[in-house]
């Protein structure tokens, strides 16, 4: 009686760690490239976006880098078509797509494949947003 309790315990803490470590390589990725933005930005010119996107996706790890989807904005209302302005607060943000079913349940509690809209079950939303592991960081040009 006690061993599909402590299974299904044992489930959920495999599965929430696997998210948080995703988590924790999200946010890690969001600082490398928060980073090459912030400090080599005006260097980069109108690049300074794809390089700090790069940054990031090298600095992925684990994650699968054709799931991310990055948005960078600066407070200027500067676009990544033109070099950074000094001093400009630029924010980059991560989103990452999570699955997590329940093995042999059948039950699916986040089926996002990737930016898809949110996934209803009988009539209940599933997942708030399209994306459950989201990083962002803000960073001041140099």
Known sequence: MVLPVLS???VAIIFGGITFFNYVELG???EAGGRQLGQNG???????CST??????????????????????FASGNTCTST???????TISAYYP??????????????VTGGSSSPVQ???TLC???????????????
């Not at 999570?98 to 089926?111: A, K, Q, S, Y």
């Open 28 to 30: 890690n990725a969001v």
């Open 8 to 10: 299904a315990m044992l």
């Open 98 to 111: 999570c699955n997590l079913p329940i093995p042999f349940t059948g039950i699916n509690l986040c089926p």
């Open 52 to 73: 700090a996107v790069t940054a990031l996706q090298t600095a992925a790890g684990n994650l699968k880098v054709s799931l991310i989807t990055t948005t960078e904005s």
């Open 122 to 124: 009988n009539g209940v």
């Open 128 to 142: 708030p947003t399209t994306y459950c592991i989201v990083a962002t960081t803000t960073v001041y040009v140099e």
């Open 84 to 90: 950074p302005l000094q001093g400009d607060a630029a």
């Open 42 to 48: 005006r260097d980069q010119g109108t690049a300074a």
